[in-house]
């Protein structure tokens, strides 16, 4: 049974950073696909960014440039760096996990959730 456990989020006024991170336990796939998603209040769930177990990486658009995903294979740990955030970025965040090693952004494909960690960005 994999279990993630996501910290790190906060406060924090526009144009700051903030770094999530995702412990992940329970996980024994050699090919998988990590990812971060987000969901503001009435929206829907969406695809942030991912990386896969060859260390490929994939971003929305909406991030391109200011969100930076990696993962520390040693602590089984999965980081979202978030500099120049927007008050649009106001979301809570989850990450997931597949055990196919393609780098998609859709929720489907994920079968193991967080329970998520709240990003508040201020103007």
């Known amino acids: 049974q994999v279990q993630l456990v996501e910290s790190g989020g906060g406060s924090v006024q526009a144009g700051g950073s903030l770094r999530l991170s995702c412990r992940a336990s329970?996980?024994?796939?050699?090919?998988?696909?990590l990812g971060w998603f987000r969901q503001a209040p009435g929206k829907e769930r969406e695809g942030v960014a991912s990386?896969?177990?060859?260390?490929?990486?994939r971003y929305a658009d909406s991030v391109k440039g200011r969100f930076t995903i990696s993962q520390d294979n040693a602590k089984n740990t999965l980081y979202l760096q978030m500099n120049s955030l927007k008050p649009e970025d106001t979301a809570m965040y989850y990450c997931?996990?597949?055990?196919?090693?393609?780098?998609?952004?859709?929720?489907?494909?994920?079968?193991?959730w967080g329970q998520g960690t709240q990003v508040t960005v201020s103007s």
């Open positions: 990386i896969n177990s060859d260390g490929s990486t």
């Open positions: 997931a996990a597949s055990p196919q090693s393609y780098l998609v952004l859709r929720q489907g494909w994920y079968n193991s």
């Open positions: 329970g996980y024994s796939y050699s090919s998988y696909c």
